[in-house]
């Protein structure tokens, strides 16, 4: 007997369709990067820019650095991301991009030994891509946003009802909700009752992330603001920046000169759909 069953309606097609260009692009990328490795094999070690050699100059705090390491930061989304990390190997993307931005932004530490520790603990390491993205959230690639990622907007918005910082840090548990994400703003006798004082039971954040994003974004500011370094983001871009712009659109320059701009889809936010995550040239900075 013949298979009656109708196919897939037009929106069901639709929706696969983009899912296989979605799917297609993200190959695409995933080449591109690989490919920047390949041109460029000392984004390992030093910064694709060279300005920004000596911007941390190679510092690191092996305190905070290994608070990071251990998920004792303070900010319960990154720590419950670093103790989940180290039990399964992986992250998302979006908590892959505030561990490492937090890394380097917050407490001032190089980009490289913390590069290295997520290297060693992701089960889908693919240096190609792995340290071009260290690079990028560290702010020191001269073509992109910096990102500076806020670890109580990053709780709010991904983990809304706590579930995933509570069964990561279970010294959490009874926190009160509304104090989930900043329990340190928790009245004392109200961290004594649901058994979590800060700075006893659970750390105290490591900096004040507002005052720390800021002075970060100022430091890297202040070398992008030179002419010479305009002149190597040209250099950069020319080498390392997506071509796809060019296809699909007439060149135009940004204020800074440098490259195309990246789409802009509802509310100025960049279009995903247009939008080279590899070559951002604008000088602007995100507090996400």
């Given amino acids: 007997m ?3 069953s109708p196919g897939p309606s037009r929106s069901g097609r639709v929706g696969l369709l983009a899912g296989i260009a979605s799917f297609e692009g993200r190959l695409h990328w995933h080449c591109h990067f690989i490919q920047k490795l390949e041109s460029e094999p000392a984004i ?7 300005a920004f050699a000596a911007l941390h100059e190679e510092r690191l705090d092996t305190g905070r650095f290994e608070t990071w390491r251990r998920g004792e930061t303070g900010w319960p989304m990154v720590d419950a991301c670093m103790r989940w990390l180290a039990a399964t ?16 932004l917050h407490p001032w530490n190089h980009w490289r030994e913390p590069g290295l520790h997520l290297a060693r603990e992701f089960l889908d390491y693919e240096p190609g891509i792995h340290w071009p993205q260290v690079q990028m959230q560290s702010g020191v690639t001269g073509i992109n946003a910096v990102r500076a990622y806020n670890p ?7 983990d809304p009802d706590g579930v995933f910082v509570r069964r990561w840090i279970p010294a959490l548990a009874r926190m009160p909700h509304e104090y989930l994400i900043e329990p340190r703003i928790l009245p ?3 961290q004594r009752e649901a058994g979590c004082v800060i700075g006893r039971d659970c750390p105290a954040p490591l900096v004040d992330h507002v005052t720390a ?13 030179s002419g010479v370094v305009r002149v190597q983001s040209q250099a950069v871009f020319e080498k390392h ?12 320059r940004t204020r800074a000169g440098v490259g195309p701009r990246r789409g802009k889809g509802a509310a100025g936010k960049p279009d995903a759909r247009r939008a080279d995550p590899s070559s951002d040239p604008t000088q602007g900075s ?3």
Wanted: proline content about 5%.
């Fill in 213 to 225: 994003s800021r002075e970060a974004l100022r430091r890297i500011h202040a070398i992008r603001a």
């Fill in 2 to 4: 013949a298979n009656c």
């Fill in 152 to 158: 109580v907007k990053q709780a709010r918005d991904h």
């Fill in 44 to 50: 390992e070690r030093r910064a694709v820019l060279p």
């Fill in 241 to 252: 920046g997506s071509r796809r712009g060019d296809r699909e659109r007439p060149a135009r």
């Fill in 286 to 288: 995100l507090f996400d």
């Fill in 188 to 190: 004392a006798p109200a």
């Fill in 89 to 104: 190997g992986w992250l998302n993307f979006r908590m892959r991009a505030m561990a490492m931005s937090v890394s380097s």
